[in-house]
């Protein structure tokens, strides 16, 4: 009885997938589905390497300071960076003085309230502060930019596909939009406001290009700050604001794997101890 | 507990004496997973995985109450707290890390377990039960992983529990309004994110609670092992401890090394950028997909792209997603061969190794988008997924001429191993064979 009824079942289910199958595979052929613009134009983000790349790579701190300078004077002017605080920065090499100093000339104020009226006012950050958002919500930063929301960068490089090199591709991706994607998708003009990148998932971004030329910063290390440098120098930034502990985490790993490895050479050899009277390998 | 022969429980010390006059707690654990266990001599690795999803649920537990320890249930602040507790927490990281790819190999080594036990025909009479209560294991986790997927609040975890709640929202009648009911609400939204925080903390002893009855239907008939042939006697046994603790601490170190190398230097690999996006209702991910271990039974869900009749398309994948899963509480009395181990059905084995391949198109398939040809290729290996158990199992079990049978397993065990030159000694060999000189 199980099995008739299993049986009728299983027929139902393989039959009617098969069916679908086939109906599936006569409209592919009939009609092959249309080919969109993101799929022939979109492109995977390029190869770059950093100090951090594979299992023993560290962060390169003068790098970091680098990039969090090109944060401090190009991106925060829109972008949050609210899961990272001040205090965090001394993960970079900074001390504590100089912390203070940053979080107190930075030029976004920290809402607060006024301790002798109760107003709502704004202070100098103190390093216990996580960086100040530079819109006061949502409606704000959509009005100001183009109806787009900046996304928060704490996290942009775990949050995209080999998010670093996304970064960097997307800072260094800009361009004219290729003469073939309009004859091809006459329809996918770029509209008015937004901005062709190739490496952005739907190829037209609100954010206009962040870093236009050499030397828009001036690095204190005298580092020739190029498009290609700035945007290399703010990509390892942010992801150490994405994953800070990566440090910690990979000295953690090779003495923990040392010790299971030695570990279990000794339970596989107590194995083999145990077992010898019952059996005598061939 | 099994067998008459099994070693006795004799506590020497007084204390112990008096403790197992009291409460023979100790008494129990050596019948249970102690000497006092007979265990089949012939065992292979496939049988350390049952220890080491034990290992995997100790690990869930104590790294997600740690982490329950720093994070808040609220859609405001979940997402924040959850990052805080890998950024400002000590160790923090290193929970959430262990947490989440503790997720994923208690899964890998489920699945190893449950195919095991498909291969050597593990379900079949007398130890039903193990396997019933094992596919209640097997759901109960399913749905604790769904909901703890949830409480980080990323993109993925909103998104995935509006697909997976909708699912309920595709019966007929009812559907709408049980799925409002489980979400407290119209949408994912804060109290299905308390509820879901509060099944997560239960399920997990709940599967505790099921797999104590799980491992005790397991000590009625005793083990199984990789011939299928069941114990005649003493010698066809060894004592679970030391020999199988022996091993198993084997198997659990190579499980810890292979579990270290992923969270400490791929810890995001096995997961989805777009949960480090906080849940935003007003934007959708392109593509909804849920976690890996998901993915072959999302791939059937998809399958149904045709309705029957008046059935829609979207309430049979619903259907048939549920029976992909309750079609295994059947399988004991669909597959009728006598024999178990596929070692010994050469017909069986050959449809066993597509089954698994096609149970890992499908989770290819369940991972991609949901696009041509993908939906095609899942549409043929979701059929074939329901003929194997459905239509072929049982008809393999009718026609298949299985191979001879070792007369007993220490037969067996002793073919393997003493094949060269010492096949004169095979009759009336005792669990003694050989004077040792390996270790």
Redesign the interface.
Known sequence: M??IG??L???F?????????L???VA?VSEP?AKTVEHEFHKNPKHVSFSFDG?FGKFDQAQLQRGFQVFKEVCSACHSLK?VAFR?LEALGYNEAEVKAIAKQWAIKTPDVDPKTGEMSTRDPVPADYFPKPFANNVAAAAANNNAIP??L??MT????H?TAYVYSLLTGFQAQPAELLKEFPDAKTPEGLHYNPYF?NLNLAMAPPLTADGQVTYGDGTKATVDQMAKDVSAFLTWT?E??LE???R???P??IF??I??GL???????????????? | MSFPWAEHYTPKHPLMQWIDEKLPLPRLVYNAIGAGYPVPRNLNYFWNFGVLAGLALVIQIVTGVIMAMHYGANTLVAFGTVEQTMRDVNAGWLMRYAHATGASFFFIVVYLHIFRGLYYSSYKAPREMVWLLGLVIFLLMMATAFMGYVLPWGQMSYWGAKVITGLFGAIPVVGEPIQTWLLGGFAPGNASLNRFFSLHFLLPFVIAGVIILHIWALHIPGSSNPTGVEVKGPQDTVPFHPYYTAKDGFGVGIFLILFSIMLFYAPNYLGHPDNYIEANPLSTPAHIVPEWYFWPFYAILRAFTVDFFFVPAKLLGVLAMFASILLLFFLPWLDTSPVRSGNYRPTFRKFFWILVIDVLILGYCGGAPAEEPYVMISQVAAAYYFAHFLIILPLIARFEKPLPLPNSITEAVLNRYNIQGEQDALPGMGSDPQPSNAG
């Open positions: 199980v099995r299993a049986f079942v299983g027929l289910f393989a039959g009617w997938l098969l069916i679908s199958f109906v599936g595979a592919y589905p299992p899961f965090d996304p928060d704490s996290l775990k949050a995209r596909h998010g998932a994405a800070p502990k910690n985490r990979r953690a790993g090779l923990t794997i299971l490895l570990a279990s339970a596989y050899m107590s194995y083999q101890n145990i077992w010898a009277d019952k059996k005598k390998k061939a």
